[in-house]
Nanobody, 128 residues
Framework: QVHVEESGGGSVQAGGSLRISCEVS????????IGWFRQAPGKEQEGVAS????????AYADSVKGRFTISQNNAKTTVYLQMNSLKPEDTGMYYC?????????????????????WGAGTQVTVSS
C-alpha cells in the first residue's frame, strides 16, 4: 500500500515564497511519477508539476513555469514544491499524487486521472 502525505501549507503575502512537502512511502516509490495538483474554489483541478523519481525529469504547467520548482531529496522519500513569486491566483488546496503515468517524452503526466494514490492535501493561501 502506498501512503501519500502533504505538509507545509500556510498563508503568505503576494510575492512571497512557500515550500510544501510530500512524503511517499510504500512499494514502488523509487521508480515512479509524483505529481503536484491544485484545486482553487470554483475551478478545475490543475496539474502543477510532476517529477520522475529515477532521473528527476520534471514538467510544469505554464502558469507556474519559472516560479515553482519540484524536486526530491537524496533518499527519494520526499518530494518538494518550492513556490516563489506567489500570486493570489496560486491560492488553493495542493495535493500530491503518486504512481502516475509517464509519456514517451520521458516526462510524467500532469493529468489527475493518470495517478493512483493521493494525499489529503495542504492549503496554500496567498493574500494581495
Amino acid at each position: 500500500q502506498v501512503h501519500v502525505e502533504e505538509s507545509g501549507g500556510g498563508s503568505v503575502q503576494a510575492g512571497g515564497s512557500l515550500r510544501i512537502s510530500c512524503e511517499v512511502s510504500g512499494y514502488g516509490y523509487s521508480s515512479t511519477c509524483i505529481g503536484w495538483f491544485r484545486q482553487a474554489p470554483g475551478k478545475e483541478q490543475e496539474g502543477v508539476a510532476s517529477i520522475y523519481t529515477p532521473d528527476s525529469k520534471t514538467a510544469y504547467a505554464d502558469s507556474v513555469k519559472g516560479r515553482f520548482t519540484i524536486s526530491q531529496n537524496n533518499a527519494k522519500t520526499t518530494v518538494y514544491l518550492q513556490m516563489n513569486s506567489l500570486k493570489p491566483e496560486d491560492t488553493g488546496m495542493y495535493y500530491c499524487a503518486a504512481e502516475g503515468l509517464r509519456g514517451r517524452s520521458g516526462l510524467c503526466s500532469r493529468n489527475r486521472d493518470e495517478y493512483n494514490y493521493w494525499g489529503a492535501g495542504t492549503q496554500v493561501t496567498v493574500s494581495s
